[in-house]
């Protein structure tokens, strides 16, 4: 129905960088599904604080956008969400322990399709040997249910992130 993306707002020249990318359909039921692509923060370059907060804006910024376009699109039924991407962030390592980043998208309804994984099967940043294996990589949904999920082991070298599979019913 409509695709577009936006950068995230910076205060001068500091703030989140990139931005996110929004497609909505229509499901085969009729309500709406509303998709959002994103890539949080790297934490390489910059302090770890700096970082943090940078993601955490982020979320905030895209929550807000969520809740601005709820509103225009006058459903009848409440649109099913999807958010997904690189977050840079995970719930598991001390170094992230204070970090609301993904806290902030669960205070808000949303769930993430891999949180029930044991943690060796949901990881999606292997270890290149500097840094431990990472959950970097997220699917959040609110309003639809998870039917499967996998983080894939092997998979093509496209990347030096394993993805995130995930079937929605």
């Given amino acids: 129905m409509a695709a577009w993306f936006e950068r995230w707002e910076r205060d001068g020249t500091d703030g989140p960088p990139r931005g996110f990318s929004h497609v909505s359909f229509r499901l085969p039921d ?27 804006d982020a979320i905030r910024q895209l929550l807000a956008h969520i809740d601005s376009e709820l509103p225009k699109y006058h459903e009848d039924k409440p649109p099913a969400i999807i958010v997904a991407g690189d977050f840079n962030t995970d719930t ?3 170094q992230f322990a204070g970090e609301r980043t993904i806290r902030m998208l669960i205070e808000a309804g949303f769930v993430s399709a891999h949180a029930h994984l044991p943690k060796p099967e949901r990881i999606t940043w292997p270890s290149d040997g500097k840094y431990p294996d990472t959950t970097f990589d997220y699917v959040f949904s609110k309003g639809l249910v998870v039917a499967g999920v996998k983080v894939p082991s092997s998979f093509d070298t496209f990347s030096d992130h394993r993805p995130v599979v995930v079937n929605f019913k």
């Fill in 30 to 56: 009729g309500r709406l599904l509303l998709t959002y692509n994103l890539h949080l923060k790297s934490n390489a370059g910059g302090e770890p604080a700096s970082n943090r907060l940078k993601r955490e």
């Fill in 92 to 94: 598991d390592s001390a």
